[in-house]
């Protein structure tokens, strides 16, 4: 018997949904009875899409969602894995699909900054009147990035917005340089493109379909990616042939780690690491053992 492969799918679209409900159970009645794992968001402002879906399904799936609304191919990404990358299959309603706390300002429906598709990224942040942003966590930066990247070593995307107005607008130095940004799929860009045009900022640009996107189309060909890719899924990071890559995931703190991480005294399998032992208490720690021996006695 052939082993399943399943096809990881990343697909965000940014348009208004009036009936909400109505429109989840629309999506939800594609999934019915398939074999799919993920987390599907809806909002008001559109939705994003982060599943495994079984190969034989997936076509199938491609279309319906199709029907409900359109998209073009390229707002894809996708590639095969061997088995779910994800625990669960949810459909969540939420306020906005990226958290911001701030929609009037980051509405991208009122306009974003200008694409550059994959295969062209490598020129355009070569230009040396590029500056180049990465709009990740610092704990995704410093997985990988590309080089020469500034990294505003932030821990939410609340607190990247208020870096990208206190000091990058404010920056003297950074005055008529072309702001190229990313992330990993391209939706964080999505909504800090449109900040900063809304603060009235021009000539701001922005990798289209992220990280993952270059990842795709640079596979065979010269890429400017450094380290790897962090993601949101049991794979927890990625290579530049988007392969699963060498890091895992502390199961108390969910930091990466490195091999040489996982060497150190403080790491304990399922219950600390060094970047937590000592801010953890002894019934954390406790609780996230017994979790982590449930969850090995399930497997």
């Given at each position: 018997m052939s082993k399943s492969s399943y096809i990881v799918l990343s697909l965000y679209?940014?348009?208004e949904i009036e009936k909400i409900f109505n429109f989840k159970n629309q999506i939800a009645s594609i999934f019915k009875a398939i074999?799919?794992?993920?987390?599907i968001l809806i909002a008001p402002e559109g939705i994003n899409i982060n599943i495994s879906v079984i190969d034989a399904e997936y076509k199938n799936v491609e279309k319906k969602l199709n029907r409900i609304f359109q998209y073009k191919e390229g707002d894809l990404k996708k590639n095969i894995v061997t088995k779910h990358i994800y625990r669960k299959f949810k459909i969540k309603v939420k306020r906005e699909i990226l958290t911001t706390r701030n929609i009037t300002s980051t509405n991208p429906l009122m306009g974003v900054g200008e694409y550059v598709d994959a295969s062209d990224w490598n020129n355009f942040i070569n230009n040396p009147d590029t500056l180049l942003i990465d709009m990740r966590n610092n704990y995704e930066v410093e997985v990988g990035t590309f080089k020469k990247a500034i990294n505003p070593k932030c821990n939410n995307f609340t607190d990247l917005l208020d870096w990208l107005k206190d000091n990058l607008i404010k920056n003297k130095h950074f005055k008529n340089?072309?702001?190229a940004m990313f992330c990993t799929g391209g939706i964080r860009c999505e909504k800090a493109t449109s900040y900063l045009l809304n603060l009235g900022?021009?000539?701001i640009f922005h990798l289209k379909g992220g990280i993952l996107k270059y990842l795709e189309i640079q596979k065979s060909k010269k890429n400017?990616?450094?380290?790897e890719c962090f993601v949101f899924d049991n794979r927890v990071s990625l290579n530049s042939n988007l392969s699963q890559g060498s890091y895992s995931l502390c199961h108390a703190c969910r930091m990466p780690l490195t091999n040489?991480?996982?060497?150190r005294k403080e790491f304990?399998?399922?219950?600390?690491?060094?970047?937590?032992?000592?801010?953890?208490?002894d019934e954390q720690r406790k609780r996230y053992r017994m979790r982590h021996n449930q969850s090995r006695l399930k497997n």
């Open positions: 679209k940014f348009f074999d799919v794992k993920g987390i340089k072309r702001i900022e021009k000539n400017l990616w450094q380290g040489n991480d996982k060497k304990i399998e399922g219950e600390s690491c060094h970047l937590c032992y000592n801010i953890k208490t």
